[in-house]
């Protein structure tokens, strides 16, 4: 995938001239179609209009740069939304005092799901607070998947 390499740095510095984070950039194919798939992100949220403004400003870059060598593709922006997978530092630490549930691979005190509110994360370790009001500390690399718990009163 040298081509996504390349267009790595210029989609992330166009996003940050903007205001906004590359959350995630995959380029695969879907039958006889390829997609470039741009999501990205921002502290306060993303809106439509984020998406509509990234998709023009990006059309442009990538066609500058000849992205995918004149062969079609779809460009699809988009924001990781309300469910987003949860995978890094950053991610996690954004949403600090909120719950979430984790998957790992290596089971604590027992169990391979841990639910707890995010005291922090970082030296790629994540703090949560769990339901005996104990700490609970897990590597990053330890972590299959997270995701924040949505709760509706």
């Known amino acids: 995938m040298e081509t996504v390499e390349r267009i790595t740095p210029l989609v992330t510095s166009k996003l940050e001239e903007l205001g ?24 306060e949220g993303v809106k439509i209009r984020d998406c509509e403004q990234v998709s023009r400003e990006l059309s442009e870059l990538l066609d500058a740069n000849n992205f995918s060598a004149n062969r079609p593709y779809n460009l699809e922006v988009s924001s990781p939304g309300i469910d987003r997978p949860l995978k890094t530092e950053r991610d996690f630490n954004r949403i600090k005092g909120r719950d979430v549930v984790v998957h790992v691979s290596q089971p604590i005190e027992g169990k391979k799901s841990i639910r707890g509110k995010v005291i922090g994360c970082e030296g790629n370790k994540l703090v949560l607070e769990n339901e005996h009001n104990t700490m609970v500390e897990i590597p990053l690399c330890d972590i299959l998947s997270g995701r924040e718990e949505i709760r509706f009163k």
């Open 20 to 43: 906004l984070e590359l959350y995630e950039l995959r380029f695969f194919h879907a039958g006889k179609r390829s997609i470039l798939r741009v999501t990205i992100d921002s502290p």
